[in-house]
């Protein structure tokens, strides 16, 4: 029958906040609950006759687990009815009567290929609103223009800027339809921002710029940490440093030479400096694609690594990362074929079925894809206290979400270590040092954000 949902205090004001402000960010860590939060402010608009349908736009696994999981917990939620729209049935889900329409980013261009305007929308939710971070690419030119129609738009994420401030204009821009922080990305940058770095692509703020941004937008943002409301897990980092064998060095010299030429003829700038390094990250984590797309194996180090790691855990369960295809396979010959996994290519069913063995304790190793476990997913009841790493990534918000997803309320162990496994002197090394740079640029304005907003709290 469900249970009955008992708001603490932080969630009572974060639902106030979405009643009382037609547009809201709320920038929660993982485990607030804001899906909780969000469905109770659904409740109290619906019961007050203020919405008719809420289109929420969330990762296809966050569509299928997390949003119908939290309906069905919570009996005070069982009266809004859901429907997804995705698969075969869709169709048939847009013509049925329902408070909240799910849909994956994916989907709105089918979603809005309609007269919008009479689908009935009127609150829009959009759940991992980083996703939208960046205003150039299609998911967000399609949201554009629809966005007036909404009378009320919330925007749901606990990483608002990952890479940096820049990644704020386009999920504010959906709240306040650039209020804030202006109409197009090209002001925002030259407001806040001076460019630098080859051929002026690299944008770094103006002093002073990140205490303006924090100001323009504290009205409409809501942000709490878990570490101050709930009792979470110690994080401990521990840096495995490994060592290429020489033929894999040879190899990797030379991919990097050819990396530092084009460096050096300005072939290359921050718009693909990331395809660029590509094949060093592969060759450092043991196995390269050719232009043919055919995997090119170079050496085994990492998976050694993660094997003895395991071995050594001596069946503590570990969460372990992974990026490419081809880390998947060598780490599948490595810890066993039987070894689960969550990434391309495991449908929702079979990805429910290893969340709850996860959980229940009855798997010590779980392989994850970082774009495929980053959001969405429970994994805190497992007892897991190592996270693994080992593919690093520059993102750093898969990177941080992806151990979040064990270091939340819930998990009873006393501390989650992450392992992060560092091939020496190569590209691993650079993304440590890129991961924590934006880790202090994040984590900065965020708190600076915190103090703004209580210091402006009305005592209630």
């Known amino acids: 029958m469900g249970e009955e949902w008992k708001p603490l205090d932080y969630q009572r004001r974060a639902v106030k906040f979405l009643l009382q402000n037609p547009v809201a960010g709320l920038f929660l860590d993982p485990g607030l609950r804001k899906t909780s939060i969000v469905l109770a402010a659904l409740k109290i608009l619906k019961r007050e006759k ?8 969330a990762p296809l696994r966050v569509c299928y687990s997390v949003w119908p999981s939290e309906g069905r ?38 979603l809005f290929a309609r007269n919008f305007k009479s689908l009935g929308f009127d609150i829009l939710v959009i759940d991992e609103s980083s996703k939208f971070k960046a205003s150039n690419t299609k998911r967000f030119k399609l949201l554009k223009p629809v966005l007036r129609h909404f009378s009320r738009r919330y925007i749901l994420t ?3 800027a990952p890479n940096g401030l820049l990644d704020l204009f ?13 109409q197009y990305i090209s002001h925002f940058k030259h407001n806040y921002f001076y460019p ?14 990140e205490k303006r941004i924090q100001e323009r937008i504290a009205p409409i943002t809501f942000h709490l ?5 709930l009792e979470l897990p110690k994080l401990v980092i521990n840096d495995i440093k490994l060592q290429l064998p020489p033929a894999a060095r040879e190899v990797y010299r030379e991919m990097e030479r050819e990396l530092i ?11 693909n400096a990331a395809a660029a390094t590509m094949k060093c990250r592969q060759i450092a984590n043991g196995g390269v694609y050719d232009d043919m797309k055919t995997i090119h194996h170079i050496h085994d180090v990492k998976t050694e690594a993660v094997v003895d790691l395991v071995d050594e855990l001596g069946g503590s369960p570990v969460l372990i990362a992974y990026e490419f295809d081809h880390d998947l396979k060598r780490l599948l010959k490595g810890l066993g074929k039987d070894t689960q996994y969550i990434g391309a290519g495991v449908d929702p069913k079979k990805l429910a079925k290893i969340e709850e063995a996860w959980n229940r304790g009855e798997l010590t190793k779980l392989l994850g894809q ?26 750093f918000e898969l990177y941080t979400q992806f151990f979040r997803r064990v270091l939340r309320s819930g998990n009873k162990a006393k501390k989650v270590v992450v392992h992060r496994f560092i091939m020496e002197d190569t590209v691993d090394e650079a993304m440590v040092a890129a991961l924590e740079a934006k880790d202090r640029t994040e984590r900065g304005f965020l708190h600076a954000l915190k103090r703004h907003l209580f210091s402006r709290r009305t005592p209630t």
């Not at 919570?74 to 013509?95: P, S, T």
């Not at 050096?264 to 718009?271: G, H, L, P, V, Y």
């Not at 970082?370 to 993102?395: D, I, K, P, R």
Request: proline share 3%; aromatic share 10%; net charge negative.
């Open 50 to 57: 203020m919405f008719t349908r809420a289109l929420i736009v």
């Open 73 to 110: 917990k919570w009996r005070d939620f069982h009266d809004l009815k859901m429907v997804i729209l995705h698969g075969k049935d869709k169709e048939k889900n847009l013509d049925k009567e329902a408070d909240i329409y799910l849909i994956n980013p994916e989907g709105l261009q089918w």
């Open 158 to 160: 606990g990483s608002p």
């Open 170 to 182: 386009s999920q504010i821009y959906i709240l306040d339809l650039g209020a804030a922080l202006g």
């Open 196 to 209: 630098t770095g080859y051929g002026g692509y690299e944008w770094r703020l103006q002093p002073g710029a």
């Open 225 to 229: 940490e878990a570490a101050d409301y």
């Open 261 to 271: 030429a084009r460096l050096e003829r300005n072939e290359i700038t921050a718009m």
């Open 370 to 395: 970082m774009t495929s476990v980053a959001h969405g997913l429970n994994l805190q009841e497992g007892m897991c206290s190592h996270v693994a790493f080992h593919s690093l990534t520059y993102n």
